[in-house]
Nanobody
Framework: DVQLQASGGGLVQAGGSLRLSCAAS????????IGWFRQAPGKEREGVSF????????TYADSVKGRFTISSDHAKNTVYLQMNSLKPEDTAVYYC?????????????????????WGQGTLVTVSS
């Protein structure tokens, strides 16, 4: 069975940092795209960032560019999202998602209907 185990959420003050982790299993990690969606209260779910394991290509939503960094550890089959300079508007439930095999165009992952697999969410709350 495919599993995407997200962790690392919590409460942080504006300007602070958090690191989310997504441990993946049940599919070929080295031939996949993995990343994060988020959903803030009362808002649509939106793509945040994705990484293609085959070549390390990354992509970010404009709202997080320069503040968030996505990375992967192939030995641990885990993807990380380092979130710095957090803002209250980053408050949301963050969902780990994956697609296997990885799409040729990584930006395709921003389409909610595209990722094959979704994990449970982890709540990030940024206080002002």
């Amino acid at each position: 069975d495919v599993q995407l185990q997200a962790s690392g959420g919590g409460l942080v003050q504006a300007g602070g940092s958090l690191r989310l982790s997504c441990a993946a299993s049940g599919f070929t990690f080295d031939d996949s795209a993995i990343g994060w969606f988020r959903q803030a209260p009362g808002k649509e779910r939106e793509g945040v960032s994705f990484i293609r394991s085959t070549d390390g290509t990354t992509t970010y939503a404009d709202s997080v560019k320069g503040r968030f960094t996505i990375s992967s550890d192939h030995a641990k089959n885990t993807v990380y999202l380092q979130m710095n300079s957090l803002k209250p508007e980053d408050t949301a439930v963050y969902y780990c998602v994956a697609d296997n095999p990885a799409p040729l165009t990584l930006a395709t992952m921003f389409m909610q209907a595209y990722p094959d697999y979704w994990g449970q969410g982890t709540l990030v709350t940024v206080s002002s």
